[in-house]
């Protein structure tokens, strides 16, 4: 059934051993700088959110930055993701202004960080379910794929585009994403859709949105990326992301 892997489903956790669980992955849980913390207590370090939020009329993306996705099925939600990421990977390649080009670099951390993290608590855990063992396997290589791209934005997220090497890194990035689209596109969504009605297809693709609300801004290399944990490790992600970003909006392009 679609409601048993719904991300509204595990809250609140009940078993004492998926919570000890929990508490262990969080409390190994890295933030975006180079201390860990325990849910007792952590010293935290704000990293530069520097122009996330920034407006920059030079910017023109694609209209699926604003495009209405409500109603809209799972696959065709992902797709229009993937394409608005694809738009940004190709203004910070174009971008000769530094400024600019940190802008840029730091919404494609943003909405690679929020997708992977929805995608891992919505779509994944619904493919291991429906495809059986090669939905499993499918979710496993694509996870490791994420990873490996989380571990990239982590590391940028504590650079400036401006710094050597980063333009390097993020071009690794591009292409690793690029091939994680691919194989998404081509060899998951056809199964995925044929393996459900276009109903569930919509109500999956609202839990998706809906998961956004849930998902950590920035990456988070060392969090749980597996169903259930990851929802836990993730909104406790989501609430540190937020609470420093007042504080470090504005640090990192005034460096520059």
Do not use: C, W
């Not at 990456?219 to 992301?241: E, Q, T």
């Amino acid at each position: 059934m679609l409601s048993s892997i719904s991300v509204r489903s595990v809250a609140p956790v009940t078993s004492r051993l998926l919570t000890r669980n929990i508490l262990a992955a969080l409390s190994t849980f890295q933030p975006a700088n180079n201390r860990f913390y325990t849910v007792r207590s952590f010293h935290y370090q704000p990293v530069i959110m520097s122009t996330l939020n920034s407006n920059v009329s030079n910017i023109q993306l694609n209209k699926n930055l604003n495009v209405e996705k409500k109603g809209k099925p799972l696959t065709e939600i992902v797709m229009m993701e993937h394409r608005t990421v694809e738009q940004l990977f190709s203004q910070f390649s174009a971008s000769l202004n530094m400024d600019e080009k940190q802008t840029i670099a730091n919404m494609i951390i943003r909405e690679l960080s929020l997708h992977a993290a929805k995608e891992e608590m919505v779509m994944y855990p619904f493919i291991k379910s429906r495809l059986g063992k090669e939905g499993a396997d499918l979710v496993e290589h694509s996870i490791d794929e994420h990873q490996g791209v989380k571990n990239l934005l982590y590391e940028l997220d504590q650079m400036k585009v401006s710094d050597a090497g980063y333009v390097e890194k993020m071009n690794l990035v591009i292409k690793e994403v690029s091939h994680h689209v691919k194989e998404e596109e081509q060899n998951i969504f056809p199964k995925l859709d044929r393996a459900m009605s276009r109903e569930e297809n919509i109500k999956l693709g609202q839990e998706f949105l809906d998961a956004e609300s849930k998902a950590p801004p920035r990456p988070h290399p060392s969090a749980p990326a597996h169903y259930p944990l990851n929802v836990a490790a993730n909104m406790f992600g989501k609430v540190l992301d937020e609470g420093i970003r007042g504080a470090s909006d504005t640090r990192k392009t005034s460096q520059i």
